[in-house]
């Protein structure tokens, strides 16, 4: 399976895609640090692999890293809606909407929990990042 991550914004307050599956709908919507409106995950094509992570909370959960990205490691999709949330993963969202803290992603737990179903069975997918 491939997925493509089109960017929308590149903000101080986030990075801003839409992740679109094979036959064109999307996915979810998508936010990621932005370090200077830049972020870590650049354009390209890249192999996402499953496996058990843990975040600062040292919880383990399975979701797919982003691998081949030179100069770093450890890029995962995983649940979150602001900036802060992410130090430069794929936080997975079912809309875009403005907080007090910034703009966010809505509805996180539950398009992670979507896109994992989806790819259940699947143990790596190819994305196609495009700015």
């Not at 996402?48 to 691998?67: A, D, S, Y």
């Not at 875009?96 to 790596?124: C, N, P, R, W, Y």
Request: with cysteine; proline share 2%.
């Amino acid at each position: 399976m491939t997925l493509r991550l089109r960017r929308i914004e590149f903000r101080e307050d986030g990075i801003f895609s839409e992740l679109y599956l094979p036959d064109g709908k999307i996915l979810a919507h998508t936010l990621e640090h932005s370090f200077a409106s830049v972020p870590k995950l650049y354009d390209g094509t890249f192999n996402c692999v499953r496996g058990v992570h843990k975040l600062h909370n040292n919880v383990p959960f399975q979701t797919f890293e982003i691998t081949g990205v030179s100069g770093h490691t450890g890029i995962l999709f995983h649940v979150g809606n602001w900036n802060d949330d992410s130090d430069g993963c794929v936080l997975l969202g079912s809309g875009i909407a403005q907080s007090s803290k910034g703009q966010m992603v809505t509805g996180s737990m539950t398009t992670f929990t979507e896109f994992m179903t989806l790819l259940q069975g699947l143990d790596q997918f190819e994305l196609i990042v495009e700015s």
